[in-house]
T-cell receptor
Framework: DADVTQTPRNRITKTGKRIMLECSQT?????MYWYRQDPGLGLRLIYY???????NKGEISDGYSVSRQAQAKFSLSLESAIPNQTALYFC???????????????FGEGSRLTVL | EDKVVQSPLSLVVHEGDTVTLNCSYE??????LLWYKQEKKAPTFLFML????IEKKSGRLSSILDKKELFSILNITATQTGDSAIYLC??????????FGKGITLSVRP
């Protein structure tokens, strides 16, 4: 089983619908992230969480919200989806234990969202 | 605001060629620079660089960091079609989150 699991892997929805993308991890990492990827734009950070009570906006948080239900679970919601939110979404984790943080991210397989 | 610029944005080479991928950055309180390879799914980790002038090497891939000039290069020698991918450069700064460049799309033709 994957260490970082995203569901659903693919989703097609209509404008105005509420969508939730879920992420769970078994790596025991404290830090979790949501990125979106668009062709030619690399990975852009939506939200990140350093622990259950610490959630921060990234560079493109408008139109998105998140919930850190437990150390191992981090969900991304689109309250009212719009077509320009069509993208590939990645959840990722990183480890900050014992001051050894290096920045390496461990990615889920991605969730491809299409908003019609 | 942290910034990562990769160049070129895309390139096409033939098998056996050597390629050099560039990454320059501006970041507050640099901690590390990372290279990832992305094929059809999630990015996979290649290298992490924290010190200037120390080459990291894995098979035909190598990378080096220059913290004075604020750039890194990723070299691939004797390219193969399996090297075709998007190569992502990312930098970890003071707030401990990664900033990614736009990626370099490499196509290796037989």
């Amino acid at each position: 089983d994957a260490d970082v699991t995203q569901t659903p892997r693919n989703r097609i929805t209509k404008t105005g619908k509420r969508i939730m993308l879920e992420c769970s991890q078994t790596k025991g990492h404290d830090r979790m992230y949501w990125y979106r990827q668009d062709p030619g734009l690399g990975l852009r950070l939506i939200y990140y969480s350093f622990d259950v009570k610490d959630i921060n906006k990234g560079e493109i948080s408008d139109g998105y919200s998140v919930s850190r239900q437990a150390q191992a679970k981090f969900s991304l919601s689109l309250e009212s989806a719009i077509p320009n939110q069509t993208a590939l979404y990645f959840c990722a984790t990183s480890d900050f234990s014992a001051g050894t943080y290096t920045g390496e991210l461990f990615f889920g397989e991605g969730s491809r969202l299409t908003v019609l | 605001e942290d910034k990562v610029v990769q160049s070129p944005l895309s390139l096409v080479v033939h098998e056996g060629d050597t390629v050099t991928l560039n990454c320059s950055y501006e970041v507050t309180n640099f901690r590390s620079l990372l290279w990832y390879k992305q094929e059809k799914k999630a990015p996979t980790f290649l290298f992490m660089l924290t010190s200037s002038g120390i080459e990291k090497k894995s098979g035909r891939l190598s990378s080096i960091l220059d913290k004075k000039e604020l750039f890194s290069i990723l070299n691939i020698t004797a390219t193969q079609t399996g090297d075709s991918a998007i190569y992502l450069c990312a930098v970890a700064g003071a707030n401990s989150k990664l900033t990614f460049g736009k990626g370099i799309t490499l196509s290796v033709r037989p």
